[in-house]
């Protein structure tokens, strides 16, 4: 099978291209990604080479490029990993998000429609489904919990899934949906909450916790999201939505002094700092419907989890230091600027 990734260069994209290179050795993997700020080239270097592997550079907005691109590969399957993903960015500048996130989106699908596909798969998130409240551990997402949105980052998000679903509905494009709770793992971009706590705790720097630290997320490592959709697209019905999650909620500040802990850093690093604005106070997957129609379950407990990615920022210092020191762009002229 020829599978197109779109957002590959990124944190989940690129653990998944991985996982299927592993996995899936028959199939080949075409990566496209525009290489914002998020999406890192070095990260793919271990793949660059494989025969089975070819990554193009090409914004998921730009019909041309993308159409072009169909025209060559003929993807048999289509994962839509593409977006702004960092909610602290949607609020300063909503505008970026709703143009990769819903119009790229589109411009996807239409590809789709265009040349044909077997499957256009949408990565969603569990913060379409917005907030539940703390004192009402009971209460989970489900797939058919209302879509109740407080960024601009998850607004965006389920306008493309709507904007899926009607492609479903009304061409019939065989679309399947997944909506998952937070990842964890290497290489995700030392922006979000784990990754900016290791880098700072290992640069002895103040760890800025949002209002008290009591917002709860629900924590999944990578690989199990990546196996959850693989899952999907080889077994999961077409025009439905598969919620992921393991059932690990952790309040943010038990996630931060367990990093204090394990790095060795005093709890005095950590700095309460001015919330942020719509803040969602809880998240919590019922992932009844993908373990009961295609038998998935999380094989990496949070425990060993955070480990293995605390020795990974270790291990790979290099990686996310030149993420911060902003070389990056320097890197890819060196590696494609003659190409
Ligand atoms: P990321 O920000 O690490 O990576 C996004 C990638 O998309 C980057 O490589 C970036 O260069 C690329 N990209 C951005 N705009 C593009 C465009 N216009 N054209 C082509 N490429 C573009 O994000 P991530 O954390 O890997 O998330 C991947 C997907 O999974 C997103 O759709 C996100 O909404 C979803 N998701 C993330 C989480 C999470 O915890 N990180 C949880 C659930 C769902
Ligand atoms: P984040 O990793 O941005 O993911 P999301 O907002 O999509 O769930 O943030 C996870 C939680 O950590 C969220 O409640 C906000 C909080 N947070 C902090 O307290 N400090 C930080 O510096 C960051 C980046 C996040």
Redesign the pocket.
């Known amino acids: 099978m020829n599978i197109l990734v779109t957002g590959g260069a990124g944190f989940i994209g690129a653990n998944f291209i991985f996982y299927m290179l592993e996995h899936h050795p028959e199939d080949r993997i075409v990566c496209v990604d525009k290489l914002t700020y998020a999406g890192n080239l070095s990260t793919l270097a271990p793949v660059m080479e494989r025969e089975n592997f070819r990554f193009v550079r090409a914004d998921i907005c730009d019909r041309e490029a993308v159409y072009g691109l169909f025209e060559e590969e003929r993807p048999d399957i289509v994962v839509n990993f593409a977006a702004e993903?960092?909610?602290?960015r949607s609020i300063e500048d909503p505008g970026l998000f709703l143009q990769t996130n819903i119009l790229g989106t589109a411009v996807m699908m239409d590809a789709c429609r265009k040349y044909g596909v077997r499957r256009f798969h949408q990565v969603s998130?569990d913060?379409v489904y917005g907030d539940l409240p703390l004192d009402r551990p009971d209460l989970f997402f489900t797939e058919s919990t209302p879509l109740h949105t407080s960024s601009p980052?998850s607004s965006s998000k389920a306008s493309a899934d709507l904007l899926a679903l009607a492609y479903y509905r009304t061409y019939g494009l065989p679309v399947t949906l997944s909506r998952c709770s937070?990842n964890y793992g290497p290489y995700q971009f030392p922006?979000?909450?784990?990754p900016?706590?290791i880098a700072n705790a290992l640069n002895d720097k103040p760890l800025?916790?949002?209002?008290e630290?009591l917002?709860v997320?629900d924590w999944l490592y990578v690989e199990d999201h990546c196996r959850a959709i693989d899952l999907i697209l080889r077994k999961g019905r077409e025009g439905e939505v598969y919620n992921i999650g393991g059932h690990n909620e952790m309040r943010?500040i038990d996630i931060?002094k367990l990093i204090c802990k394990a790095l060795d850093k005093p709890e005095s690093l950590i700095t309460y700092?001015a919330d942020?604005k719509g803040?969602?106070m809880r998240?919590a997957i019922d992932p009844a419907k993908i373990h009961g129609e295609l038998g998935w379950l999380p094989t990496t407990m949070f425990a060993e989890g955070i480990q293995k990615t605390i020795q990974w920022y270790l291990d790979n210092r290099g990686w996310w230091e030149n993420i911060i020191s902003g070389e990056y762009q320097d890197y890819y002229e060196k590696m494609y600027g003659n190409r």
Do not use: A, C, Q
């Not at 993903?85 to 602290?88: A, E, F, I, L, Y």
């Not at 922006?191 to 784990?194: G, R, V, Y």
């Not at 800025?208 to 209002?211: A, I, L």
């Open positions: 993903s960092h909610v602290d998130t913060e980052y937070n922006e979000k909450l784990i900016l706590m800025p916790v949002y209002g630290g917002n997320r943010n931060v700092v942020r803040h969602d998240y």
